[in-house]
C-alpha cells in the first residue's frame, strides 16, 4: 500500500531532509540578488548625479543672460517726485532733476444741450474726422484759442503729429445723439475717450472728449463732413466742429501739456510722464512737481550674487559626485558608484572646462582666475571676494562675457544681433559693401491740386506687399501739412498695423511728396493708385528697397534688411549683425563672439543628461543586466522547483521502501518467534 504522507512509513522527516537540500541549491539565488541589489543601487546613485547636474544646468541657465551681470541701479533721493529703472547703457553718477510741469491731455466739450438722449440734426450721414497736433500762437481766452498780435504767431496754429493716428467715425440717425455720438467714439478707439457729464444747468448735457495720449503733439482737430447729397444742416457741425486755427464750436477746459524738467540745468520735455534718456540708458517716471537727485550706480551686489551662485552650484555638484564615488577606509564603506569611470569623466570634463580660458573672449577678462574664482585643493571652488570687487571696479561690463554667449563690434553702427547653436567663438572682420535701403515712392512734382475733396481723395497703397485703401479727409492743404495727414492716415489703416507695416510721408522744399516704407529689405516697396494719385504723384515709379550686402571674415554674408549674417565657410557663420549706417564700400571693424562658462557648460551637461548622454547610456546598460539577472533568477527558480520535486520524490519513494522493508523485518520477526514456541 503507498504512503500518503512523506514520513508516515519510515518515519524519516523527508519534508526536513528535503529543506535543507534545496538551500544549499538556492545558494547561488542568493548572489544571484546580491548581485542584483548593487545593480539598481548604482541604477539609482546614476539618478541622483543626474538630478544634482540637472539642478546645476537650473543654476547655470539663469547666468546665461548677459543682463545679469550688466545690470544698474538707480536710486532717487525722493522718489515721490522721480522714480525709474536703469538699464546697462547707463553711465554711473549723480544726476540733478527739476521737474516744472507734468504731461496732461487736452480736454474739450461741447456747449450744453437739453437732452443727451435727443437727436442732434437730421440724422444724414456725417463724418468725423479726429486729428492730433499741436497748437501754437494766438492765446486762449475762455476756452477759445483767439489772435494775439504779441504772439509768434499772431493766430493760432494747428500742425498735424503725422506720428499720431488720426481716424474716423460715421454719424447718422442710429446714433445722432450725444450718448450715440460718445458710443462711437469709444468703440471706434481713435485714441479719444468720450463721455456726457450733466453740470445741472438749464442745458446740462455736455459731451466731453478727452485725448487718450498727453503731450503737446496731442490736442484734438476735428473736421467735421456732411453727406454732400444731404440737405443743409449745420447741427453737428455748430455741436462738433473744433479747429484750434478756426471754428471752434467746443471749448478746451485742459490743455494739452508735456512733462517739462531739467536735468543736471538741460531743459528736457517729454509728452508723457515717462522720461526716456534724459540720461542715457534711464528711464525716468516723473510723479509731480519739484526738485530731487537720482543716483546711477552698478549693480555689483547683483553680479556678486550671481558668481556667487555659479560657485555655489558647481560645489554643491561636486558634494554629490564625493559622496557617491567615497570609500572610508576604516569602515569600508563605499559609494555606489565608486570606481566607475563614466563618472570621473563627467567629474574631469567640467573641472576642465573651468579651467580653461574663454575663446574668442574680447573683454578684459578670459578665465575665473582673474575674477578671484578658483579651485581649491579638495576640488571644490572659492571666491575671493576683494578680487572680484576689484575687477568690477576696472572693467565691470567685461564680466558677463565670462558667463554668457556675448557679441561685440568695434563699429558703433555695426550691431551684434545673435547667433546660432554653432557658431564658434572667435572673432572676423566686417566689411559693408552695400547698405539696406527701403522701398519708396517719390512724386515728379508738387500735388497739382493742395485742395482736396470728392474726386481725388480716394488713395490706394500697397506697402510692403499688404494692400489697404483710404479717403483723404477734404481741405485745403500744405504740402507738408498734406504729409502729415496721408501719414497719419496711411498707419492707422487696420491692414497694415495687423502686418506691423507703416510708412513715412514727407514733402521735400518743392513740395514733391515721399511714401517711404520704414521697412528695409529687398521686401520693402511702395505702390499707390486711386483717383488721388495722379494729382498728388503723378506718373512717379516707385523704387524697391534692397538688402545690406557685404563679407563677415571675409566670406559673403547673407544680407535680409539690415541684417547681415556670416555665411557659410566663415569663421563665425551664423552670427548676425545689423548695419545701421556708415561708410560703403569700407571696412567696419570686427566683431567678437564668445561664449562664456555658464554657456559653454550648460551645452556640456546636456550631453551628460540627455536622452543619448552617458547617464543616459549608463542607466540603460545597467537596467538590461538587471533583466538579465531576473531572466537568470527566474531559470534558477524554475530549476530549483524541478529539483526540490525531485527530492521530494526521491525520499518519499524511499520512505515508502523503508517502510515495507520495516514491515517485513516486523513479520520476519514474529514468524521467527512463533517457530521458536514450537520447539
Known amino acids: 500500500m503507498a504512503l500518503s504522507s512523506p514520513g508516515i512509513g519510515s518515519n524519516l522527516n523527508v519534508k526536513d531532509i528535503v529543506s535543507q537540500l534545496m538551500a544549499v541549491e538556492a545558494q547561488p539565488l542568493t548572489a544571484l540578488a546580491k548581485k542584483e541589489a548593487s545593480y539598481l ?27 545679469k551681470f550688466q545690470s544698474v541701479t538707480l536710486v532717487p533721493a525722493d522718489n515721490t517726485i522721480v522714480s525709474g529703472t536703469a538699464t546697462t547703457k547707463a553711465v554711473a553718477g549723480t544726476y540733478n532733476v527739476d521737474v516744472t510741469k507734468l504731461a496732461q491731455a487736452q480736454t474739450i466739450a461741447t456747449k450744453g444741450m437739453a437732452s443727451s438722449s435727443a437727436p442732434v440734426g437730421d440724422g444724414a450721414k456725417t463724418t468725423l474726422t479726429f486729428s492730433f497736433g499741436a497748437i501754437s500762437g494766438g492765446k486762449l481766452v475762455d476756452g477759445v484759442y483767439v489772435a494775439d498780435p504779441g504772439a509768434t504767431p499772431p493766430n493760432p496754429a494747428f500742425t498735424q503729429n503725422a ?79 473744433y479747429d484750434p486755427a478756426g471754428a471752434q464750436n467746443m471749448k478746451q477746459s485742459t490743455a494739452a501739456q508735456d512733462t517739462a524738467l531739467t536735468v543736471n540745468g538741460i531743459a528736457i520735455k517729454s509728452s508723457t510722464k515717462d ?18 537727485s537720482v543716483t546711477v550706480a552698478r549693480d555689483t551686489a547683483s553680479v556678486t550674487n550671481s558668481v556667487n551662485a555659479f560657485v555655489k552650484a ?38 576642465g572646462m573651468i579651467g580653461q580660458p574663454i575663446a574668442g573672449a574680447a573683454g578684459a577678462f578670459n578665465n575665473l582666475t582673474q575674477i578671484g574664482v578658483s579651485f581649491q585643493k579638495d576640488g571644490t571652488l572659492a571666491l575671493d571676494s576683494a578680487k572680484l570687487t576689484k575687477a568690477m571696479g576696472s572693467n565691470f561690463e567685461d564680466i558677463a562675457g565670462l558667463f554668457a554667449s556675448i557679441g561685440s563690434t568695434t563699429d558703433p553702427l555695426v550691431k551684434y544681433i545673435g547667433s546660432t547653436a554653432s557658431t564658434t567663438p572667435g572673432s572676423a572682420p566686417v566689411r559693408v559693401t552695400a547698405l539696406a535701403t527701403r522701398g519708396a515712392l ?86 499707390v493708385g486711386g483717383d488721388a494719385s495722379t494729382n498728388l504723384f503723378q506718373s512717379a515709379t516707385s523704387v524697391d528697397g534692397t538688402d545690406v550686402a557685404g563679407t563677415i571674415g571675409g566670406v559673403p554674408g547673407e544680407g535680409s534688411g539690415q541684417t547681415l549674417t556670416a555665411g557659410k565657410g566663415s569663421p563665425l557663420a551664423g552670427l548676425k549683425v545689423d ?38 547610456g549608463q542607466t540603460k546598460s545597467l537596467d538590461d543586466t538587471v533583466k538579465e539577472l531576473g531572466k537568470t533568477r527566474d531559470a534558477l527558480n524554475a530549476r530549483l522547483a524541478a529539483t526540490e520535486k525531485r527530492y521530494m520524490a526521491q525520499f518519499t519513494a524511499l520512505d515508502v521502501s523503508i517502510g515495507r522493508m520495516q514491515q517485513t523485518s516486523s513479520y520476519l520477526t514474529q514468524q521467527l518467534a512463533q517457530l521458536s514456541n514450537l520447539r
Do not use: W
Open 314 to 351: 558647481y560645489n554643491e555638484l561636486e558634494k554629490t559626485i564625493k559622496n557617491l564615488t567615497s570609500y572610508d577606509a576604516a569602515t569600508k564603506a563605499k559609494g555606489p558608484l565608486l570606481g566607475e569611470s563614466s563618472v570621473r569623466n563627467i567629474q574631469s570634463q567640467i573641472r
Open 579 to 616: 548695419i545701421t549706417g556708415g561708410a560703403v564700400p569700407a571696412d567696419r571693424g570686427t566683431v567678437s563672439y564668445s561664449r562664456g562658462y555658464a554657456d559653454l557648460m550648460t551645452k556640456l551637461l546636456e550631453d551628460f543628461t540627455g536622452s543619448n548622454g552617458i547617464i543616459s
Open 163 to 241: 506720428d499720431q493716428v488720426s481716424g474716423s467715425i460715421v454719424i447718422d440717425s442710429s446714433n445722432n445723439s450725444l450718448q450715440g455720438i460718445r458710443d462711437a467714439i469709444n468703440k471706434a478707439n481713435l485714441g479719444v475717450t468720450a463721455t456726457v457729464v450733466s453740470d445741472g444747468s438749464a442745458n446740462p448735457h455736455h459731451l466731453v472728449l478727452t485725448s487718450n495720449k498727453t503731450g503737446e503733439k496731442s490736442s484734438m482737430k476735428i473736421t467735421v463732413e456732411r453727406d454732400p447729397a444731404a440737405p443743409a444742416d449745420t447741427s453737428l457741425q455748430d455741436l462738433l466742429g
Open 442 to 527: 517719390t512724386a515728379t512734382a508738387a500735388p497739382a491740386d493742395l485742395t482736396i475733396g470728392p474726386g481725388k481723395d480716394q488713395l490706394n497703397l500697397t506697402i510692403d506687399g499688404v494692400s489697404s485703401a483710404l479717403t483723404i479727409p477734404p481741405g485745403t492743404y500744405t504740402s507738408a501739412s498734406l504729409a502729415a495727414q496721408l501719414q497719419s492716415k496711411i498707419n492707422g489703416l487696420s491692414e497694415f498695423t495687423a502686418a506691423n507695416i507703416s510708412v513715412s510721408v514727407r514733402a521735400d522744399a518743392d513740395g514733391k511728396l515721399t511714401i517711404e516704407s520704414n521697412r528695409y529689405g529687398s521686401a520693402s516697396k511702395v505702390a
Open 41 to 67: 543601487a548604482k541604477v539609482s546613485a546614476f539618478g541622483n548625479l543626474k538630478s544634482s547636474l540637472s539642478s546645476f544646468q537650473t543654476a547655470l541657465e539663469a547666468l546665461r543672460s548677459p543682463a
Open 275 to 292: 522720461v526716456s534718456e534724459a540720461i542715457q540708458g534711464v528711464n525716468l517716471s516723473v510723479s509731480k512737481v519739484g526738485s530731487t
